[in-house]
Structures are given as C-alpha cells and as structure tokens.
C-alpha cells in the first residue's frame, strides 16, 4: 500500500507532543440532583500511530470520553490537548476549526449521505471548502483502495453491506490526515468476521499513517488488535 501525501508521523511530531492527551478530565453532566459525573477524573495519553481500545458496558462514560477528546464537549475540569494544541483554551469558533483540521470520527452508524457516492463522501468536505484539486481526488483514489472500495467508489450507501459502509466511513475520516482518529463501535452493525475485519483495518491504518487512535466498545472479543486496552466503568478508566 502507498503511503500517503503526508506519510506517517514522525519522531520529531511525537517530541512536539503530536498525539492526544487527556490529563484529569472531569465532565458533569445534568445539575442538581440528576447531575452524572460521566467522566472522573480521566488521564489518556495516545502516540501517533498507536490504536487504543476502551471497552466498557452501557453508560459507562465512552461516548462522553469521545466527545470530550474530540472537542465536542467542553470538559467541566481537565485539560484536553490535540496535536500540541490544548482545546480547553480555545473559542468555540477556534475548537471547531482544530477538530477539522486535526481529528477524524468514524461513527457507530457511519452517517454516510444517502444521494452520494463512496468517492463523492469523501470529496465534499474539501468541495465545501473550495479546495476540491487533482491532489484531493488522487487522495480520495488512493484512500477508497486503501479500504478496499475501489469497486464500490461509484456505488451510494443503500447498495453497500453494513462492513462497506464502515470502511467508507474510515476512509472519509482519514481524508484530512487527521493526528487523531476517534473510533465509536465500529462493530455493532456487524457480524462477528466483520467486526474483526473492520477493526483490523483500523489498526493497520493506525499505523500507517501514525495516527493516535482510540476506539471505544462494549464488544470484548475485539481488544486483540488494540496496542492497549483500558476498560471503562462509571466515568473512570483503568
Ligand atoms: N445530557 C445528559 N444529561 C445527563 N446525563 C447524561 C447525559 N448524557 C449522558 N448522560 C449520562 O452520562 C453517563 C455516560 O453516558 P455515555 O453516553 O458517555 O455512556 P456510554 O458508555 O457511551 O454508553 P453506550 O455504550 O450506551 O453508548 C450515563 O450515565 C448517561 O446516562
């Protein structure tokens, strides 16, 4: 496989603190008596190019550690640094614009737009932002056979598999070479071979293109092909 424009990250980015870093996240959720700490006091530290799994039951705090790391969420307390860039002491407008510089989501359902094609879902961010060149659409080439879509590059979301959506959901994430990929189970929607398969090119896209990636799930039997695994449980992570 090719690497990409941008290649993997290098030494020099993970001294310069590339990666992500959550020190003593705390976030409060509801006030008064139905206030829920969904998250206590969390530290995470991930390397680019390394794939972090956290597994935890139903309302355990995952889809919160997601939002917090992704810059969705404003933390109550704690600090949340993306790339050397420390989110917590940004505007909104400021937060927005490094979330999509800097970080890549990949939903549990994969929030594909139905009237599009595979090559088009990965091409409309930078349409959007009028920067749609022969460098983008060669990225969006080389990323679509990266995931094995190129068959389906044409094909919109009704006529791919549950795993085929997945992939071009990934693929669409990496489209900006983010420094953080954010996983939310990628597996739900899928039987168990897929689930394997998904999970397993997301780790191999992790190290590819040195990503510091997390992924969170309450499916156990995929901790395997993480680098490492914490498990979350009432807001904390150990
Ligand atoms: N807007 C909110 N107001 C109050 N409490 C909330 C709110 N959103 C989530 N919670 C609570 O925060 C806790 C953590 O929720 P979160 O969605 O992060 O868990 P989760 O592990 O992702 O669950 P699931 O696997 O079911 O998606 C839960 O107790 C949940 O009920």
Redesign the pocket.
Known sequence: MTVPATGPRTASDIAAGAGLQLLEVTLT??DGD?A?T?LDQVSLQVAPGEFVAVV?P????????LAVAGGLQRPTSGTVDIAGTELTTLSDKQRTAARRRHIGFVFQQSNLLSSLTVKEQLLLPLHIDGRLDATARARAAELIEAVGLSHRAGSRPHQLSGGERQRAGLARALMTSPAVLLVDEPTSALDRARSAEAVRLISEQTHERGTATVM?T?DTAIMDAADRVYE?VD?RLS
């Open positions: 959720l509801g139905t829920v969904a935890g139903s309302g355990s705090g995952k889809s919160s550690l969170v309450h979350m807001g």
